[in-house]
C-alpha cells in the first residue's frame, strides 16, 4: 500500500504543540523570578553593578533629608531599639559583614528594593516592599550614600 503523506502530520502538529507549550512555560518561569512589586530578583554581580551605578551621582546629605521624607526613621529609630527595625546607627560597617558575597553599597540596595532577601535576625519582613519603584534612581543613590556614612542614624 502506498504510504499517505499526510499521516505524518499528526506527529507535526503534535511537534509543534509540544514547542509551542514549552516556551510558554519557560515565558511563565521567567516572569515567576520577578517579585510581586515588580522588581527583578537580582543576582549577586547585577546587586553590585547597580548599587555601584546608583552612587555615581549620590549625595549623602539629600540622602540624610530622604531617609525622614520616606518615613524610614519612624521603624529605624535612632538610640533605644524599639523592636521594630534595627536602628542606622552602625548600619555601613554591618552591611560589610551581613551577606560576605555582597559589598556594603550592594546589601544596602538589596535591603531597601528587596526587603525579604535578607533578613535581619530578630526582625520580620515588615519593611515596604516597594521602595525599589517607589523612590527613583537618584533618590535611591542618595539614600546608599548616606547610609554608607559611618555617622548614619
Ligand atoms: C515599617 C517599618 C520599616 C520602614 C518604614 C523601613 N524599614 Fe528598613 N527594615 C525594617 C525591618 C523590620 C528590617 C529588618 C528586617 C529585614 O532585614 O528586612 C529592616 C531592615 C533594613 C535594612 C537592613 C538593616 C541591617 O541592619 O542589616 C536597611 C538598610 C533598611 N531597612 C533601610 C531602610 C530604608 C532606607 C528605608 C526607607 C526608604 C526603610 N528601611 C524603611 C523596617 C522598616
Known sequence: MK???LTGAPVVVALVLFVVVTVAFMAVFALGSQTANGVETLSVAELKDRADALLVDADPERGAALVVTYACTSCHREGAANGIAPAFEGIAARSAERD?????AAY???????PGAFLVEGYVNAMPQNYGTRMTDQEMGDVIAYLLQPDAR
Do not use: D, T
Open 108 to 114: 544596602i540596595y538589596q535591603s531597601i528594593a528587596q
Open 3 to 5: 504510504k499517505n503523506p
Open 100 to 104: 560576605l558575597q555582597l559589598s556594603a
